[in-house]
T-cell receptor, first 112, second 111 residues
């Protein structure tokens, strides 16, 4: 089944404790992206990747890192989480720019 | 800059009612337009799209027509069901590296 998986689905952590949210797609898509969803703000892009080893900042990259060492994986790293990073996070992939995006199920993060 | 504006929710309807969710956009050039739907506890999924003026996207009884003269892409359904309860996002792509999403409109359908 074609899908985007994310782990974990739910995470509660404390300020400053490094964490990684994994994202994997099995559709051989080149373009991958991370979004955060906050009430009233819709989806805001954090980082995106055009292909292996090619990543760039989106609209709200502060406090986040990403890597793309393999085509299928695109982890999101929070080196020192803060409470303002409490949010719902989505990973998405597509065959290219402007094409239909396929979203993971989301990761709900609470930073205390 | 490029942007998408959706009607604020929540929208509450009775089953079998007619649905319209307004979406207008500001963009240079000729954007592609999308509606995505997010069911409770799930990620977004494409509902329909249109890539040029006057195109009509349709899926699962939903329709939207790309109106360049009014810069709109309103979502409509003739008879909603309880299972249509979800959050609906309008989005546009104008080139470059990202798709721009609206804030989302939550729909509640009562039995």
């Amino acid at each position: 089944e074609a899908q985007v998986t994310q782990n974990p689905r739910y995470l509660i952590t404390v300020t400053g404790k490094k964490l990684t949210v994994t994202c994997s797609q099995n559709m051989n898509h080149e373009y991958m992206s991370w979004y955060r969803q906050d009430p009233g703000l819709g989806l805001r892009q954090i980082y995106y990747s055009m292909n292996v080893e090619v990543t760039d900042k989106g609209d709200v990259p502060e406090g986040y890192k990403v890597s793309r060492k393999e085509k299928r994986n695109f982890p999101l790293i929070l080196e020192s989480p803060s409470p303002n990073q409490t949010s719902l996070y989505f990973c998405a992939s597509s065959t290219g720019l402007g094409e239909t995006q396929y979203f993971g199920p989301g990761t709900r993060l609470l930073v205390l | 800059g490029n942007s998408v504006t959706q009607m604020e929710g929540p929208v509450t309807l009775s089953e079998e009612a007619f649905l319209t969710i307004n979406c207008t956009y500001t963009a240079t050039g000729y954007p592609s337009l999308f509606w995505y739907v997010q069911y409770p506890g799930e990620g977004l999924q494409l509902l329909l799209k249109a890539t040029k003026a006057d195109d009509k996207g349709s899926n699962k009884g939903f329709e939207a027509t790309y109106r360049k003269e009014t810069t709109s892409f309103h979502l409509e359904k003739g008879s909603v069901q309880v299972s249509d309860s979800a959050v609906y996002f309008c989005a546009l792509y104008t080139g470059g590296f990202k798709t721009i999403f609206g804030a989302g409109t939550r729909l509640f359908v009562k039995a």
